[in-house]
């Protein structure tokens, strides 16, 4: 699994929309967009900040 399916996962398994998880890990809703699009790849802390938001383990190989 990569990291763009791992945030979209996430997100989807706690019932969040993008706006309630861009909150919750502080991250402006358009970069996580981008992030689940695999558009462009999180830094590692905020990759970090995304799945404590939503209770889940990192479990992803960052490219």
Known sequence: MN???SILEART???LSQSQ???RA???QPNLSAY???RVQPRPE???RIMA???ER???VLQ
Do not use: C, I, Q
């Open 13 to 15: 398994r706690e019932g």
């Open 3 to 5: 990291t763009a399916e």
């Open 46 to 48: 905020t990759l970090a």
């Open 58 to 60: 990192p479990s992803v």
């Open 26 to 28: 502080d991250v402006p």
């Open 53 to 55: 938001a939503t209770a």
């Open 21 to 23: 998880l861009a909150v």
């Open 36 to 38: 689940e699009s695999g």
